[in-house]
């Protein structure tokens, strides 16, 4: 089982399903909560401990009521919920919170709230890869429509979801310890650190990461996005975008050459730990070259998309040599290199669409 929430959830699923002697108690409908979704107008969410004739879909009985609150109180995080059967008629104090989206009182918002309603069905039925995977057609839709706020915002969603599911995170201890977001991203760097040192003995420290992205289509409007993070987490003050000057074909090994290059030449910007490409060999020939070339030795890696392989160089008698290494994916310091390798996607990509705009309002 991926982490406690998930495991707490299939309990009960399974419970349900085969009413085990053993877990009669479990069984027993007026005892042990559950949650329960109304099929009303406006669907609410709400604990009981028994079902009424209201038309309505329960998810239970769970062990207790104290981590049923807690599975919803993060889910509601992720999807706001309306709370109460008889919303108050102007908006309320969860609204604010960003926690209840007043579906009631703004009707607009009712498709859209209906949407993550069944989204949490999703996630209380273990139905967690449908979900993530509606997220990403819907973030790659905002993409298209050049819809950027929304797409982050579905993105975060994405990441949240990944982070309570991931074997590392615990939510009912994150009720208790509000630091276990920063514990488990100390932890998927440490994770990238030992991963790291088996190829580049001299590796000590991982607090600066940088990452390095192309973005174009057949040449034109081609951008390179460099994101920054320190110690695990973003830094956005210290994004780069480089609109590409040398290139109008595509060549994305020659314009992965001309923004490292840039780069470098930014001596007020301090040494990265690490570089990370987006690409295979190629790209990562291209960048090491140019790093190789101007005596800038930093550990450089790619991280090749399809099958998620991370790509080492071995320089060795002047030759380079490749070596490609494939983790599972919930290794926690792939998890990192990807959420970084991710967001300098989405940083190029923007600025990469935001020139073609521009260009197509002077035509």
């Known amino acids: 089982m991926a982490s406690e929430i998930e495991a707490f959830l299939l309990e009960a699923n399974l419970v349900k399903k085969y009413k085990p002697f053993y877990n009669i108690k479990l069984s027993d409908d007026k005892t042990f909560p559950y949650i329960k979704i109304s099929k009303k107008d406006v669907p609410y969410v709400t604990i009981t401990r028994k079902k009424d004739q209201e038309k309505a879909v329960y998810y239970g009985p769970y062990p207790d009521a104290t981590s049923t609150k807690i599975v919803l109180k993060i889910m509601r995080r992720i999807f706001p919920f309306q709370n109460v059967k008889n919303h108050p008629k102007n908006k309320c104090l969860y609204n604010h919170l960003g926690l209840c989206p007043c579906a009631s009182v703004f009707s607009e918002r009712l498709p859209e709230y209906k949407k993550n309603i069944k989204k949490l069905e999703y996630f209380l039925s273990g ?214 390798r991710d967001e300098a996607h989405r940083f190029a990509i923007t600025y990469h669409r935001l020139l073609r705009k521009k260009n197509f309002l002077k035509h």
């Open 127 to 340: 139905k967690k890869k449908k979900i993530i995977d509606e997220l990403r057609r819907e973030r790659e839709n905002f993409v298209k429509t050049e819809e950027f706020e929304k797409a982050s915002q579905v993105q975060d969603k994405i990441e949240r979801i990944t982070l309570i599911t991931s074997p590392f995170y615990s939510p009912f201890q994150y009720e208790k310890n509000p630091d276990t977001y920063a514990i488990h991203v100390k932890e998927e760097v440490e994770s990238l650190k030992n991963i790291l040192s088996k190829y580049y003995t001299g590796l000590k420290s991982l607090e600066k990461i940088e990452c390095f992205d192309i973005s174009n289509i057949q040449g034109t409007n081609a951008t390179g996005g460099m994101v920054v993070f320190l110690n695990g987490e973003p830094v956005k003050n210290f994004y780069r975008r480089f609109r590409i000057k040398s290139l109008s074909t595509p060549d994305d090994f020659g314009m992965m050459r001309e923004i490292i290059s840039r780069r470098i030449k930014h001596k007020e910007w301090s040494k990265p730990d690490l570089i990370v490409v987006d690409g295979g060999k190629g790209q990562l020939r291209a960048a090491f070259e140019i790093l190789h070339k101007n005596n800038f030795i930093v550990p450089v890696i790619g991280l090749a998309k399809k099958e998620e392989k991370i790509v080492f160089i071995d320089y060795t008698s002047h030759q380079i040599h490749f070596l490609e290494v494939k983790l599972k994916l919930d290794t926690p310091g792939i998890n990192l290199l990807r959420r970084i």
